[in-house]
């Protein structure tokens, strides 16, 4: 649960095709403060006089002694203080000490993208966010997530937070405590008393009661928003006994959205895989990999498999795209689109085992597609099940070229060996041509 590797996303991520909604740490804050949750005095701006205008005449007034802030890139990527610009800035969140320094760091930061290990590829920048600084006696970590094994949500957290909780999992598993709560029942006093000891707060102590409360009101959020996840790293103390808030993650279950739609329409486009938002429009389970052979595969399972032997063949999938059982041949056409215009793709591989899914729908998208569009890219197609002489009939005729495979195996040799050729030629910058293709 705390960490799980995963196959390298083209783009950040983030958020995808909106599996679970992410939000903007600063939009984090606004929930948790609606829900009496302690953060610090923060405000966002999307230009570099904004950025200097909040640092000097709302986080500091004029005539008093200047108090520190933190600028903070508000991109959907973790990392962010260890990330790199690509104009060359290095490092995403910074102490603003003196006049000036706000306005240089925004210019800095809007409108660049940042590079972190989770965003290789960077993710673009367009608003920062100006925090108070906080003077913490201690850094803790707390969250809640939907957890299979209790089958409910689990309450998780640390006395050492300010850190990649993962890591800490690793090296140091029994700081990690856990509480499973019934979500009939709610979080518990018990529960609340328990976790707060064990981040290192005295019982009794103002602090102690303070974590309490906001354990409580974190539940509330996490219940009432249909949260999957709610993490705050670092949970800090402050030398009056405050608890709050310094860094939040929040994830929304996209089931939700039609109850949840004042959330939901802060999503940011601008933080996905275009080709993502894109599937999302017409409802196909699209996800981005760094590979070089586009797949059409319906259901999940089979897209899997389809995936596992292009890599066991030597290629690399560029996406997992499953039309579903009841796709149209809009939707088919669409998926195909997406394919075609992705520049990474160099072959496509269509695989479809018609059983609601009809081999002929599949093929009549195909072909609507390439008679508007054209087909730019090598295409491999396996078709079996339903309908599929009529499907194949309608290929043979269709007056485009595409390479008929027998069985799944056949399937992923010619699509890898497509690509592979394509790939070379693009070494060498040369163009290649294959019979009925112009690449």
């Not at 240089?104 to 590829?121: H, Y």
């Not at 998780?156 to 979500?183: L, Q």
């Not at 290192?200 to 539940?219: D, F």
């Not at 939707?331 to 072959?347: M, S, Y």
Request: glycine share 10%; charged share 20%.
């Amino acid at each position: 649960v705390l960490g799980r590797k995963a196959l390298q996303r083209t783009a950040a991520p983030a958020v995808g095709a909106i599996r679970n909604l992410n939000v903007h740490e600063y939009l984090s804050m606004e929930l948790m403060n609606a829900h009496q949750i302690a953060t610090p005095a923060g405000h966002v701006a999307s230009t570099p006089d904004e950025a200097e205008h909040i640092f000097q005449n709302i986080l500091n007034k004029p005539g008093e002694p200047l108090k520190d802030a933190v600028i903070k890139a508000q991109v959907l990527s973790g990392g962010r203080g260890l990330g790199t610009f690509k104009n060359g800035f290095k490092g995403g969140v910074q102490m603003v000490t003196k006049p000036g320094q706000a306005k240089d760091f925004a210019a800095s930061m809007l409108g660049e993208e940042l590079v972190t290990k989770q965003a290789p590829n960077g993710i673009i920048c367009n608003k920062v966010f100006l925090m108070e600084r906080m003077y913490m006696r201690r850094e803790m970590y707390l969250s809640i997530l939907m957890d299979r094994a209790s089958q409910g949500p689990l309450l998780v957290g640390s006395p050492r937070g300010g850190t990649a909780i993962e890591d800490i999992a690793k090296s140091n598993p029994e700081v990690i405590f856990t509480e499973p709560i019934d979500i009939v029942e709610g979080i518990q006093q018990d529960q609340c008393e328990r976790m707060a000891t064990n981040l290192g707060l005295e019982a009794g102590s103002p602090s102690h009661e303070n974590a309490i409360t906001l354990m409580k009101n974190l539940y509330s959020m996490f219940t009432q928003c249909d949260c999957t996840q709610v993490e705050v790293n670092p949970l800090a103390e402050t030398p009056e006994g405050d608890v709050v808030v310094c860094d939040a993650k929040v994830n929304f279950d996209s089931n939700a959205e039609y109850r949840q739609s004042s959330i939901f329409d802060k999503r940011d486009f601008t933080q996905e895989d275009s080709r993502e938002v894109e599937a999302s429009k017409y409802d196909l389970n699209y996800i981005g990999l760094d590979g070089n052979i586009g797949c059409m595969v319906n259901g999940a399972g089979l897209a899997m498999s389809t995936m596992d032997i292009i890599q066991l063949k030597g290629g690399a999938p560029a996406n997992f795209l499953d039309v579903g059982g009841g796709a149209t041949e809009d939707q088919v056409q669409k998926a195909f689109e997406i394919l075609n215009a992705d520049p990474n793709v160099h072959a496509i591989l269509v695989n479809i085992f018609g059983g609601i899914m009809r081999c002929d729908v599949i093929a009549s998208g195909i072909i609507n597609a390439a008679k508007e569009i054209g087909i730019r890219k090598p295409i491999v197609i396996r078709l079996q099940g339903t309908n599929v002489n009529e499907a194949k009939t309608m290929i043979e005729g269709c007056g485009f070229k595409m390479i008929i495979a027998e069985d799944l195996e056949d399937a992923a040799e010619k699509a890898v060996g497509v690509a592979e050729i394509v790939a070379q030629a693009d070494k060498i910058q040369v163009g290649v041509k294959f019979d009925g293709f112009q690449l």
